[in-house]
């Protein structure tokens, strides 16, 4: 096998309205049986996670908070990857009347279209922060955390490589992991900015997209997308 390893973000790609269907469920079984490994890739964090998400045993590891934190399901072990802002930042943007706001382990999270009022704050403060949106939220993390820095610990840790890898993903904060991994995939509903830099766009949307691209895998590794995956002009992959 070429592609060992199964990189899905969560909201928007294997769920739907925050829920796996039983039909995605089934079909990462079967990938996992087929000797390949899974992993998810989310911006949520990691307690609201666990409490949309019933099956997280399905995962080697789990990289919550947009590539802040590795999560490992079978022994339940957390580890940030990145320090968390300093408190006067969150007080900061309370103080404003930003709501939504949570606080994670590492990252700082709000929605649209507090990002203006997000970026004073940081300037104020005078900290190094980036902001990331995903679909209408608004992430606050160290500079360089991203989804792919987060897939580079978690591929670390399992002694696998990105080359062998196959990424998908549907918004803005999933750019960085597709472009980390050997073959990157959007499912049809992704953001038409995500679609043009993938690999292959599924036919399918959501769970039933990957569903759609586990299928491809299982039967012949993705070589009947052959000729997509060695375009000439596909941009160089992260490493």
């Known amino acids: 096998m070429r592609y060992l390893t199964l990189c899905c973000d969560y909201d928007g790609t ?53 590539g802040a934190l590795l999560y490992r399901p079978a022994t339940r072990e957390e580890r940030p990857l990145a320090a968390p802002p300093p408190a006067r930042f969150a007080a900061a943007l309370r103080e404003r009347g930003i709501s939504p706001l949570s606080v994670g382990r590492v990252i700082v999270a709000t929605r649209e279209p507090y990002e203006s009022a997000v970026l004073e704050v940081v300037r104020e403060l005078g900290l190094e922060l980036q902001v990331i949106f995903n679909k209408g939220a608004v992430m606050v993390l160290p500079p360089g955390v991203n989804k792919a820095t987060g897939l580079a610990s978690a591929l670390a840790a399992m002694g696998a490589s990105a080359h062998n890898t196959v990424g998908v993903g549907d918004a803005e904060n999933d750019h960085a992991l597709l472009a980390a991994c050997e073959c990157a995939v959007a499912v049809a509903n992704a953001l038409p900015a995500l679609k043009e830099a993938a690999d292959i766009v599924t036919a399918a949307e959501n769970g039933a997209g990957v569903s759609e691209l586990i299928e491809a895998l299982l039967r012949d590794d993705l070589a009947g997308y052959g000729s997509r995956l060695t375009r000439p002009e596909r941009p160089a992959r992260q490493r």
Do not use: K, M, P, W
Request: charged letters at 30%; aromatic letters at 4%.
């Open 14 to 66: 294997l769920a739907r309205h925050g829920s796996l269907s039983s039909d995605t469920i089934e079909s990462l079984e079967r990938v996992i049986a087929s000797g390949r490994r899974t992993l998810l890739v989310t911006g949520r964090e990691l307690g609201e996670l666990r409490q949309v998400c019933t099956r997280l045993d399905l995962f080697e590891y789990v990289i919550a908070e947009n």
